[in-house]
């Protein structure tokens, strides 16, 4: 192999330092990036101009002088910033004006209007306005309720606000994060025939919608959508507009660029192209004899490089080849070897990507150089045609030389005027147009019509498109001097590109100088030929290929030759000289053929005194230059594009284009709309911008945006860095070993140096963010907002953390980021929380510990509370939003959820239990903090159990056990307290001690209850203790009461005239309520601990079975107190005995039946009280029966104990009187038959019935015996027993 040469040596020293100095370059703008963002001024000392200032002599002077030069610099600056963005529009506009390598994609999704300030101002006003009732919207209390959560949690979160200066938000956005909230309601709600819930969701997606609306007027729709319209295609004019505004280009300034650049003229700009790629070519091979080549990861890439620019000039020039030149006439695969061979022999080098063969001869034939016109042939009318009767028809034919004959309507002569035209097809450049004048022949035998005059007329491409007046060849048959008027108009195909008549001199053609005419064709976008016709021939007779020519003006020749000015092509071995005899004519055709050959040299006309210059193209070009070159435009338009650095103004253009993007109506989140890739894309590929170094100034720029607080599509950014590590990274081994495979996305297998330090340099600043948007992940993504944003960032972040292509990273390592970024996120959440309910703000200033002493314990924890209620509001909005993106992305993410939903709580554990420390002893307001806390942390099946939870336990455990022991010894002193002082009045539905006591009792279980304790042993011990609290108090209680209703008892006598005290009533109220709560206050939860313990531990059984005992008792009692006042009245009448000395004397006083009506008011007054004051319907039939069992026993036992005596009249009436009224109230009482007609009663009523029957029969024994004795007088003694008996009778009956 032979060795580099010294000169070869240092260009490589001099290209190495020069990408030193690029690498230097880049560090140094990020140094100078971040001084300048802490706001240090760099720009004050310019080093190397000029020499030193002399010393000023006051500080004044120097100051103005700084300012002076600092204003100069500035404007200097200003002024190539102008010139650079000119120059770069100059590049774009050629871009648009002929893209032969990229179109307007239309597969990009389209982009939601975004959402600003004013308009979230104004929906949070409609919204506001609705909840007010101040719209006409009908909504029912669901949807109110709806919507005024809406507004609550998301309208007015900062996060919102924050999302929506991001520039990341839509309206969509804030639809869909409504429709989710009432999908959750309207699921929950519950079912309702004839109405579904898809159609209640309907109804108020669409009442939504009008309230977001609010009164827009529908008007604006259509202008609305035609603006998302021009979002998907943009026409040329609408990409030149928006490029002017990219850069800042003046209208005026585009009009004057757009002419000189001749922008509308298709084949000056293919022409451009070709320029422009063999101008590439050229620096190609130059760097290669000079090896001036960047500098590369891999050495042994400088080879590949080169062959990599030639490639990519190759598919240039293969795509502009395929741009079709006319309606298939031309054999592309022809015309690229043409092209190929032409760059080959041009430049003498070959390309090591095609193997071509090298012709000398491309040998073009004549069916490539094939042309169509199409001819339009209008006959207007004949004038002179004297020599015919007025009535005479005539009419003309028309006909195109070897064509089809075409014919007018018919008109007399009187008037030959037609208007008609007619459409040919021809092959020849130069075809002849024949037009014959008839008359219809009035002879019987004649066969054809007359023919009165013809004319002929040449047609060129180039030839007058007016109508004009030709005179006719007439026949014998007419005398007349006609003329007709015709317009001819030609139409040039697309692949002629210019046609006329030419003087022509030339080596191997044209060998005979003479006038020719002339048609430059285009074969394809790369071959060119010239070729010369003659009339009525379609086919040329001589032609030249113009590859490799090269044309200029020249001098004029010696005379005897024809023409005034002259040009010439040129070729090695050939030379072509050309006339014509129009200055103008010589500069069309000059221009023609320098865009047609591509040379780089410019043909410059000769300095020549002209009048005027008659051509109005040539006037027009030459004022487009003139007018660009008066306003110093002309440099940008001359300018050289191979002399550029293309990647330096791309990545202006770039940047300058994303920040126009960001700033439109739409969301577009970093992605560029279809008209800008299309120009950037376009950009790329016609001016050779490395596919890597795009993706990397495309992700720098994003980065510097989205650390900027703008809003980033994350798959916007794995696309480029996919783009990138693909490119950078490859497959290292066969990038060196084997660098043909070493291919990358782009068909790019070398990596620069500086691209891979970039990429480095790059890769690292987006770990840091997506590790700080991951930390910050509700409020980067709020509401999970942008849909997938999350998802997409957590799949990014495990491709920055691959360490090539192949290689996956370790599910390890991405999970000790993630975590990582979770444990630093709950600290954020939490800040952030703790800010907004102003806990940090109550901070002693001295220690951020403790809190300031001037708030007091209630309201620390009322803050407390307020905070535990937004933590949880945070978990579960994170829950919601968020989760999901996570555990999609990777499916071991929940339990790295729950570790930070656990950190989470480990900080709020620290505010809550130096707040629970600094309350005061034995208060309980902390209760529902632990309730709040608890009812979400035991349904969250994730973190029930938990650590936090656990600690939650251990702090309100004692609190727990304290708070019982407190309730039991309070409940055990009101009991006795409250017995002692108690009243005995009726209060609910016993007494007020009672009621206190048993309420109390109630409360205490259900606030444990309603505890929900986590720890089901300690559950089940607080329920145990609580239960038996509840029937040792239950029991104190029946206890006092039976001993009050005992001393009550004993206050009362025995008469008839005995009441029950009201107050023993309530008393057995009280044991009727306490028996009847027993069982909800005693009876043990059933559950799975409890059938090992039930038997053990029957609270409610025993306390019932006291309770019976109790009210036994205290019926007992009652009963016997009752049954003491009949006892007295028995005994009473038992002075009435038959055979006693009381006997005879009560019976003189004469008593009517008074004991009895005053026992049966007794038994009725009290019967009264025990049903108005006893609560429970049956105790009362039961003591009710066991008082009426007990009198008739009583009874009975009393009538046995006189079996042997006859009954006093008195004493039979008494007991009749309350056996009878006894057994009829107490029927009216509900005592059931059974016990009224026992055999007790059966026994007193067949007592009775004899006594009364003997006491009748001794009445009347008596009555006569008296009769007899007194005579007469014992009528009256007889009545008045007999008045006494009806009395009786009548009591009885009473």
Known sequence: ??????????????????????????????????????????????????????????????????????????????????????????????????????????????????????????????????????????????????????????????????????????????????????????????????????????????????????????????????????????????????????????????????????????????????????????????????????????????????????????????????????????????????????????????????????ETDSGLSKLDVVLSFTLEVHVVEVKGLKSLANNKIVYCTMEVEGGEKLQTDQAEASKPSWDTQGDFTTTHPLPVVKVKLYTESSGMLSLEDKELGKVVIPVTASSSRQPEWYRMHTTKNCQDDLKIKIAVRMDKPQNMKHCGYLYGLGKKVWKKYKKRYFVLVQVSQYTFAMC???????????????????????????????????????????????????????????????????????????????????????????????????????????????????????????????????????????????????????????????????????????????????????????????????????????????????????????????????????????????????????????????????????????????????????????????????ENAALVNYTRISEYAKIEGRKGSGSTDSYNEEVSPKKRLDDVIHLAELCIEVLQQNEEHHAEAFVTAFAWFSDLLVEHAEIFWSLFAVDMDSTLEMQPPDTWDSFPLFQLLNDYLRNDENLSSGKFHQHLRMVFAPQVVRYVDLMESSIAQSIHKGFERERWEPQGNGCATSEDMLWKLDALQSFIRELHWPDEMFADHLDHRLKLMAADMIEAAAKRTLKSFEAWLRKGGKGTDYLLYPEMAVMMNVIIDCKNRALHLCALDSGENMTLIENSHQYHTKIEDFLDRIQVQMVKCLIEKLLSVLESVLSKLARYDEGTFFSSILSLTKPVNELGKAYVDFMRGNLDILRQKIADELFTLSIFEQWYTGQMKMICDWLSDRLDLSLHPYQLTCVMTINRKCFSDFELQGVPENALNAKTYQTICSRLQVEEATQSVTQSENSSKTSRFLGGGGSSMGGASSGTGSQASGDESD
């Open 1 to 358: 192999m032979r060795e580099p040469s010294s000169s070869e040596e240092e260009s490589e020293n001099e290209t190495n330092d020069d990408e030193n100095s690029d690498i230097l370059s880049i560090h140094n703008n990020v140094d100078q990036k971040s001084l300048s963002a802490s706001g240090e001024n760099l720009s004050v000392v310019s080093h190397g101009r000029g020499p030193p200032r002399p010393a000023s002599p006051s500080p004044s002077l120097i100051s103005d002088r700084e300012k002076a030069i600092e204003d100069t610099e500035k404007l200097e600056r200003e002024e190539e910033e102008r010139k650079k963005r000119l120059q770069l529009y100059v590049f774009v506009m050629r871009c648009i004006a002929y893209p032969f390598n990229a179109k307007q994609p239309t597969d990009m999704a389209r982009r939601q209007t975004k959402v600003t300030k004013q308009q979230l101002q104004t929906i949070k006003e409609r919204f506001v306005a609705f909840l007010n009732g101040e719209t006409s919207i009908v909504a029912d209390e669901a949807f109110t309720n709806a919507v005024q959560s809406y507004y609550e949690v998301f309208l007015k979160s900062d996060r919102v606000a924050t999302m929506v200066k991001s520039g990341g938000c839509s309206a969509n956005d804030f639809r869909e994060v409504f429709k989710n909230n009432i999908e959750k309601r309207v699921r929950s709600l519950p079912e309702i025939d004839g109405l579904s819930k898809e159609t209640v969701l309907s109804s108020w997606m669409t009442k939504f919608d009008a309230i977001f609306r609010g009164e827009e007027d529908p008007r604006k729709q259509p202008q609305r959508m035609s603006t998302a319209a021009s979002e998907l295609i943009l026409s040329k004019e609408q990409l030149y507009e928006m490029f002017q505004n990219i850069l800042g280009v003046k209208k005026y300034e585009h009009q004057i660029l757009y002419n000189a650049c001749q922008l509308d003229n298709a084949d000056e700009q293919a022409a451009q192209v070709r320029r422009e790629l063999d101008r590439r070519l050229q620096l190609t091979e130059q760097m290669s004899r000079m090896r001036k080549h960047p500098k590369f990861v891999v050495k042994e890439m400088e080879s590949m490089y080169m062959d990599e620019l030639k490639s990519a000039i190759n598919l240039l020039m293969a795509n502009l080849e395929s741009l079709p030149v006319s309606k298939g006439s031309t054999d592309s695969t022809i015309s690229r070897l043409q092209k190929l061979k032409r760059y080959n022999r041009a430049q003498h080098s070959s390309l090591s990507k095609m193997d071509i063969n090298d």
């Open 532 to 822: 010369s016709y003659r009339e009525k021939k379609p086919d040329p007779t001589e032609m030249m290929q113009l590859d490799g020519f090269t044309v200029d003006y020249c001098e004029q020749v010696p005379e005897g030759f024809g023409g005034k000015y002259f040009f010439n092509c040129v070729k090695e071995g050939d030379n072509v000289t050309f006339a014509t005899d129009d200055e103008n004519e010589r500069t069309l055709w000059v221009q023609a053929i320098y865009r047609a050959t591509g040379q780089t040299h410019k043909p410059v006309p000769p300095v020549v005194q002209t009048n005027k210059i008659s051509n109005t193209q040539i006037s027009r070009m030459q004022g487009d230059a003139d007018r660009a070159r008066k306003h110093g435009l002309d440099e940008f338009v001359q300018a050289n594009p191979v002399m550029f650095d293309h990647h330096d103004l791309f990545n202006m253009l770039q940047t300058l284009t994303l920040d126009y993007r960001l700033n439109d109506a739409y969301t577009c989140l970093g992605w560029f709309s279809p008209g800008q890739v299309f120009v950037l894309d376009e950009y790329c590929a016609r001016y050779g911008v490395r596919g890597c170094h795009r993706h990397l100034c495309y992700l720098n720029d994003l980065l510097e945006r989205a650390e900027a607080g703008i809003m980033i599509d994350p798959t916007l950014i794995h696309y480029s860095f996919a783009f990138c590590a693909s490119h950078v990274h490859g497959n290292s081994y066969e990038v060196k070993i084997k660098l043909k495979r070493g291919k990358r996305p782009d068909g790019i297998g070398t990596v620069l140096l500086k691209e891979k330090l970039q990429f480095d340099e790059i890769k690292e600043r987006l770990r840091i963010l997506l590790e700080n948007q991951i930390t910050h992940f509700r409020y980067c993504f709020p509401f999970g907002r942008p849909e997938g944003a999350l998802k997409a960032t957590l799949s990014l972040l495990e491709r920055v953390l691959m360490k090539d292509i192949v290689t996956p990273v370790p599910p390890e390592e991405v999970r000790n980021v993630i975590k990582k970024c979770l």
